[in-house]
């Protein structure tokens, strides 16, 4: 994916180390300098140079026998950092895991970043563990899952439209088909403030938005679990959804007046 066009209030080599290291996603433990130039657009010459810085910042590891690099430790520790440091995450996981545990459903909580949504938490109820494979920093696609369709119908009309062009013309199979459901979600959430989405076959979920501390949205979920039969009945769980979301929004609003 090329860069975007660059502020001039913004670092280019900074803007650039960032984009090398937005690269690095689950299945891509190793990328090259050729496959790194690629994704981000720039020419190779920039790549190893900022390849090479990043591995003297800490950021990459270079495997000198593939000639390739991965990410370094210091990213997780980034991760963790927020983590830890988010009063908000705090105040909802327990929410979130109370109410994973009362109703047996997945529970999760999403912001936005680009075309993606990412988990900020995500607490999966499931008896078996190689199930339990959604964590915090997982990415999953914004135009077909309900986090993501929840979280376009929470922009301005203008925000929307110019969202809605990008990911037409970034080519997503299907696209006419996905379009009309997220057109179906954003009235729905207009109308009855939860949408519904079926991204995986054997996942269904329901999701509505909350604001964050910042003013920002996110995207809250209930989900089946994979092995679980609740899928045509997980609308049923709407006003556990919302209760949930009350007692969120009722934890942040005690932060914001205290």
């Given at each position: ?72 430790p210091t990213v997780l520790s980034l991760g963790h950092a927020y983590k830890t440091s988010s ?32 988990y900020l938490e995500s607490i999966r109820y499931t008896k078996n563990i190689a199930l339990r ?126």
């Amino acid at each position: 994916m090329e860069l975007r066009k660059s502020s001039p209030k913004l670092n280019r080599s900074l803007e650039r180390g960032i984009e090398i290291l937005r690269c690095f996603k689950p299945g891509m433990n190793l990328l090259g300098n050729s496959e790194i130039a690629e994704r981000t657009g720039l020419p190779p010459s920039t790549i190893s140079r900022l390849t090479q810085t990043l591995v003297l910042s800490g950021f990459l590891e270079h495997d000198k026998e593939k000639s390739a690099y991965r990410l370094a430790p210091t990213v997780l520790s980034l991760g963790h950092a927020y983590k830890t440091s988010s009063v908000e995450l705090r105040l909802i996981e327990p929410l979130m895991r109370k109410a994973s545990e009362k109703l047996k459903l997945n529970v999760g909580l999403a912001v936005a970043d680009r075309h993606e949504m990412v988990y900020l938490e995500s607490i999966r109820y499931t008896k078996n563990i190689a199930l339990r494979t959604v964590a915090a920093g997982q990415r999953v696609p914004i135009e077909r899952t309900s986090l993501g369709r929840a979280w376009i119908a929470s922009l301005d009309p203008k925000r929307r439209t110019s969202l809605l062009l990008e990911l037409k013309n970034s080519e997503i199979k299907n696209w006419g088909q996905i379009e009309r459901e997220i057109l179906v979600a954003i009235e729905s959430m207009q109308n009855k403030g939860y949408c519904l989405a079926t991204w995986l076959p054997e996942i269904s979920a329901i999701s509505t938005s909350i604001q964050l501390l910042n003013g920002k949205h996110a995207a809250l979920n209930l989900s089946t679990p994979a092995e679980s039969q609740l899928h045509g009945l997980l609308e049923n769980y709407v006003p556990a959804l919302f209760e949930l979301k009350d007692k969120i929004d009722a934890e942040l609003y005690k932060i914001k007046h205290t």
